[in-house]
């Protein structure tokens, strides 16, 4: 067990279940929530209560396209919807960045953007070329003492995905979503544990 995190203290917050089965599977024995998208699941119950160690754990959209699927983020600071600024954790931060290296990933540690919206189309260049790397629905909304985050791309602006799998029932309806939800069944659980694994790693 790594000194930078307490067992007892640290709560793993991840968005679907996909990811929390990842986390649950790395890190049997730790408090892992799956929060829902945009943290929906834990506004319903009233947020994390007195957590005071949270990482956040799963997949990001990417929005350079130097950074491929697959990608290790690990950001130092996270943009808020509001456009406020998370700091993450440095001690946390590192502790990741170091468990990425001795798994063979080098992490990049550029901003990462929380949106309220799937961001497409020329709205990812543009967020790029303000320094994000990667985008995520939920790692930007944490609120506790420390907060450090692992995230994986998955979607590159060279293969976005369709902003209906916000809801997937609907977009597993569409027959134009049946090539995207091949692709998310094969790469979704391979990146969802290599972001479960550093963590797992790094405690």
Not at 34 to 46: D, H, P, T
Not at 133 to 155: C, H, K, Q
Request: proline share 6%; glycine share 8%.
């Amino acid at each position: 067990m790594s000194d930078t995190f307490d067992r007892d203290d640290l709560t793993i917050v991840t968005a679907t279940a996909l990811e929390a089965k990842a986390a649950r599977r790395a890190l049997p024995g730790f408090r892992v929530v799956e929060g829902g998208i945009s943290l929906a699941q834990l506004r319903a119950v009233g947020g994390l209560g007195s957590a005071t160690t949270i990482v956040s754990c799963g997949l990001a959209g990417g929005l350079h396209a130097r950074h491929p699927s697959g990608t290790v983020l690990v950001p130092r600071v996270v943009r808020r919807p509001d456009g406020t600024t998370l700091r993450c954790d440095a001690e946390m931060t590192d502790a990741l960045a170091e468990a990425a290296r001795r798994l063979g990933y080098e992490p990049v540690h550029d901003p990462l953007l929380t949106s309220v919206t799937i961001v497409r189309g020329p709205e990812r260049g543009a967020w790029a070329a303000s320094g994000f790397s990667g985008v995520d629905m939920e790692t930007g909304l944490l609120e506790a003492p420390r907060i450090a985050a692992v995230r994986v791309i998955l979607d590159t602006p060279a293969r976005e995905l369709n902003a209906d799998w916000l809801r997937p029932v609907r977009a597993l309806s569409d027959p134009r979503n049946w090539p995207e939800a091949i692709w998310l069944a094969r790469e979704a659980p391979r990146y969802a544990r290599r972001a479960a694994e550093v963590v797992a790693a790094a405690c």
